[in-house]
């Protein structure tokens, strides 16, 4: 309801707290990452996808998100090894 209101600041209070009820369920913990990418709260997205590339090293999606979040941070060549291995880990290699 709130995505689709594009109130990503209401949504990210509504997550925080089900992410603090179920810690360990990566669901909840990245949608919490898009509402506070989504509402430029980008140290909070980036400390929680931190939290699910830690647990799960190999989730593409985090990589993914974690790589863009630190881009829109100016953090570019730090958020390339992410993008780098989140291209890897969805299959896409270039073609020779």
């Not at 209070?13 to 506070?36: H, W």
């Not at 929680?48 to 993914?64: C, K, N």
């Not at 863009?68 to 896409?92: F, K, M």
């Amino acid at each position: 309801m709130f995505f689709d209101a594009k109130d990503y600041a209401a949504a990210a209070r509504v997550l925080a707290g089900l992410v603090e009820e179920v810690p360990d369920q990566t669901g909840p913990r990245l949608l919490l990452t898009r509402a506070y990418y989504h509402s430029a709260q980008l140290r909070r997205a980036e400390a929680q996808l931190r939290i699910i590339v830690e647990r799960d090293p190999v989730e593409h999606y985090a990589r993914l998100m974690l790589g863009r979040t630190l881009q829109r941070q100016a953090r570019h060549e730090e958020a390339e090894r992410h993008l780098r291995l989140a291209s890897a880990l969805a299959g896409d290699f270039p073609q020779e």
